[in-house]
């Protein structure tokens, strides 16, 4: 009877190790596609990520650069300071999207031109994206709001 109980215990730990095991692999394999990686214009430059890789791109939009085509479709180019990057976008950009400010897009880099499926922008005077932040103080080319001189730059 001892030995039945401890084979029964030694049996509900080895299948509920599977069934952790197996719950694991499917949450992992379910997530696949809902990660992306933020990615500067320098790094996509320096390595080009997969044509069938969907990351982001964080950085400002170059002064410029922003062209409204026919329909709904609209190219610019995203800078860090050190690289930059073409991307179009077909679709509604957001209201407060403009030259010389944050941004971050969602896609994949298609023969050198980044195609975006979702735009970001800003969403007040002061805000960036931390990612895009971080890629532009990598690059020695963020300034703080503060640290600019009365009237803007």
């Not at 719950?23 to 992306?36: F, K, P």
């Not at 610019?76 to 971050?104: C, K, R, W």
């Not at 969403?123 to 960036?128: F, G, I, P, Q, T």
């Amino acid at each position: 009877m001892r030995g039945l109980k401890k084979r029964r215990r030694v049996q509900i730990i080895l299948v509920a190790f599977v069934a952790l095991a197996v719950s694991t692999g499917l949450i992992g394999y379910a997530m696949r596609d809902g990660i992306n990686f933020f990615r500067s214009p320098s790094q996509i430059v320096e390595a080009p990520p997969a044509p069938t890789e969907v990351f982001r791109i964080g950085g400002l939009v170059e002064a410029g650069s922003l062209q409204r085509g026919q329909g709904e479709t609209i190219r610019f180019n995203v800078t860090d300071g050190g690289a930059t990057v073409p991307v179009t976008y077909t679709g509604v950009l957001p209201d407060l999207f403009s030259e010389n400010q944050g941004m971050i897009g969602t896609g994949m880099l298609i023969e050198g031109t980044f195609v975006a499926t979702e735009i970001l922008a800003k969403h007040d005077e002061s805000y960036m994206p931390r990612e895009v932040v971080d890629a532009l103080k990598e690059q020695g080319v963020y300034r703080h709001a503060e640290d600019e001189p009365p009237g803007g730059s």
